[in-house]
């Protein structure tokens, strides 16, 4: 069987683990990133720039048109933590980026590739990486929270969209909290700026953390369980 993948922010952390754990031997991968650097082949696009999401669309479409494989999948991986404090006191340009990034992109983005695939006839997946975030409100995290809770009702909405037999895939997925370069930022932020930061400290020793490839195995895998279209789900509880 043949596969077509693309993974966003697949430079580090989450992103590239999803890449070196594709479970089909035939894939050819793509990262969707501003650095690249692995061994997905790259499409170099800013995320949190509406001209760049244009260009990934039309990628989509040339990429998409006439395909005749077995399987295409997207897993929107991309997202910031920055800036981290009062929505009030952090800096408007850095807002405005996240905003963009972590609202706006997948829901753009994502709306892209189902129109990519919608004439297509091989089995589908589109995957947005959410939070626990979604649904805990954590002081100086305003935008990260909005984000992911606009990611998952949209993958909601999406996936009761799709016929039941025939459309694309639509999950959302927590991964849980994941020992990646995020993390670190969010232990190096100070308390009047997060609230929370202690919490995140005590996880990191006691070895609560799970790893990139631990979670990109859990996120593989759903792609083969019987999940109902639009569901979201946190792999902490599977």
Same mark, same amino acid.
């Given at each position: 069987?043949?596969?077509?993948?693309?993974?966003?922010?697949?430079?580090?952390?989450?992103?590239?683990?999803?890449?070196?754990?594709?479970?089909?031997?035939?894939?050819?991968?793509?990262?969707?990133?501003?650095? #690249?650097?692995?061994? !997905? /082949?790259?499409?170099? @696009?800013? =995320?949190?720039?509406? %001209?760049?999401?244009?260009?990934?669309? $039309?990628?989509?479409?040339?990429?998409?048109?006439?395909?005749?494989?077995?399987?295409?999948?997207?897993?929107?991986?991309?997202?910031?933590?920055?800036?981290?404090?009062?929505?009030? #006191?952090?800096?408007? !340009? /850095?807002?405005?980026? @996240?905003? =963009?990034?972590?609202? %706006?992109?997948?829901?753009?983005?994502? $709306?892209?590739?189902?129109?990519?695939?919608?004439?297509?006839?091989?089995?589908?997946?589109?995957?947005?990486?959410?939070?626990?975030?979604?649904?805990?409100?954590?002081?100086?995290?305003?935008?990260?929270? !909005?984000?992911?809770?606009?990611?998952?009702?949209?993958?909601?909405?999406?996936?009761?969209?799709?016929?039941?037999?025939?459309?694309?895939?639509?999950?959302?997925?927590?991964?849980?909290?994941?020992?990646?370069?995020?993390?670190?930022?969010?232990?190096?932020?100070?308390?009047?700026?997060?609230?929370?930061?202690?919490?995140?400290?005590?996880?990191?020793?006691?070895?609560?953390?799970?790893?990139?490839?631990?979670?990109?195995?859990?996120?593989?895998?759903?792609?083969?369980?019987?999940?109902?279209?639009?569901?979201?789900?946190?792999?902490?509880?599977?």
């Amino acid at each position: 069987m043949s596969s077509l993948v693309w993974i966003s922010g697949a430079s580090a952390g989450i992103g590239a683990a999803l890449v070196a754990a594709v479970p089909y031997a035939d894939a050819r991968v793509i990262d969707v990133s501003r650095r #690249g650097g692995g061994p !997905a /082949e790259h499409l170099k @696009a800013d =995320l949190s720039d509406p %001209a760049d999401w244009a260009r990934v669309e $039309r990628h989509f479409q040339e990429e998409l048109a006439g395909y005749d494989g077995d399987r295409v999948v997207f897993i929107h991986n991309a997202g910031t933590i920055t800036p981290i404090g009062p929505a009030a #006191g952090v800096d408007g !340009a /850095e807002y405005t980026r @996240a905003v =963009l990034l972590n609202s %706006a992109a997948p829901q753009v983005l994502g $709306r892209a590739f189902l129109q990519a695939t919608a004439g297509l006839t091989c089995e589908r997946h589109l995957v947005m990486l959410s939070s626990g975030a979604a649904r805990t409100a954590y002081a100086g995290w305003s935008s990260y929270n !909005a984000g992911k809770a606009a990611v998952e009702h949209w993958v909601r909405t999406v996936g009761a969209e799709q016929e039941t037999r025939d459309g694309c895939r639509v999950i959302a997925v927590a991964p849980g909290v994941v020992d990646t370069a995020m993390q670190t930022e969010i232990r190096a932020t100070s308390e009047q700026d997060f609230p929370t930061v202690g919490r995140f400290h005590q996880l990191k020793e006691t070895g609560a953390l799970s790893t990139p490839a631990e979670a990109a195995a859990g996120i593989w895998s759903l792609l083969e369980r019987e999940l109902p279209n639009g569901a979201c789900i946190d792999l902490r509880n599977l």
